[in-house]
């Protein structure tokens, strides 16, 4: 029997993208799931009248990191056998779904608990320009990572990832922002999770896409990475008991 396959998008005020990448996803993935966190411009609307998907919507913005562990406890609670995330702001391609799915399972005796998108693993026609601080503050997070860790990452914060059901009981998220992803990789070598990364193309459509408040300021966002790394650092003795 074919394993089972959800596909997860986190939303938040996407109502200018959400039917057209609904549309587009619609196309390689059976199962949809849209995790509306708190959106107050029209995407709950456009969410209510689409018989194709499910919705858990969050009653206020809880915040990127929330709106992911929503995905992950449906997809456990309804016995999927693999959790396929991609953002809704049209960075991803959703034609890579059934493959990303697919390398979780390809070697029965040994799955993947994690496949991980990177946009700078192969270059492909047409990528974008990313914007420069964002670059870099991925570059120094990718770097820290591998250096703490002994990983051999590219793409610390790509959104597009499988995750193998199972596998899942490895992550306590209680990082609720979009620091999230750093939670993820600590957790994840905590539990010998094997992980691989998978190229996926470079798509920038808003550059000036806000992350919100303090954290649009480069300086400010690399100081809040590296606290939430040292603090999950800190609390791997404590998930150890």
Same mark, same amino acid.
């Given at each position: ?59 206020? +913005?809880?915040?990127? /990191?929330?709106? !992911?562990?929503? *995905? &992950? ?7 999927? %056998?693999? =959790? ?61 990572? +591998?250096?703490?860790? /002994?990983?051999? !990452?590219?793409? *610390? &914060? ?7 059901? %199972?596998? =899942? ?73």
């Amino acid at each position: 029997m074919p394993p089972r396959i959800l596909t997860a998008l986190p939303v938040f005020n996407e109502v200018s993208h959400v039917e057209g990448v609904l549309d587009e996803v619609q196309r390689f993935a059976e199962n949809i799931l849209v995790v509306d966190d708190g959106s107050t411009d029209g995407t709950a609307e456009v969410l209510a009248a689409r018989a194709d998907i499910e919705v858990v919507s969050h009653p206020e +913005n809880a915040g990127y /990191g929330a709106a !992911l562990k929503s *995905a &992950f406890d449906f997809a456990i609670q309804h016995n999927y %056998d693999v =959790l396929v995330t991609i953002d809704c702001d049209g960075q991803h391609e959703p034609r890579l779904i059934p493959e990303l799915a697919s390398i979780v399972f390809a070697t029965e005796d040994e799955p993947v608990d994690l496949v991980s998108g990177s946009r700078y693993l192969k270059q492909f026609a047409g990528d974008s320009l990313p914007p420069e601080q964002r670059r870099q503050v991925n570059m120094q997070i990718t770097a820290l990572l +591998n250096e703490r860790f /002994g990983l051999r !990452l590219t793409d *610390a &914060f790509c959104g597009f990832k499988a995750y193998r059901i %199972d596998a =899942l009981s490895a992550f306590s998220i209680t990082e609720f922002g979009y620091a999230m992803p750093l939670q993820l990789w600590v957790q994840a070598v905590a539990a010998s999770l094997r992980i691989v990364e998978f190229p996926v193309p470079l798509v920038y459509l808003e550059e000036e896409r806000s992350f919100g408040g303090s954290l649009d300021d480069a300086a400010l966002r690399m100081a809040y990475y590296k606290d939430v790394l040292e603090r999950e650092l800190a609390c791997l003795p404590c998930r150890s008991r």
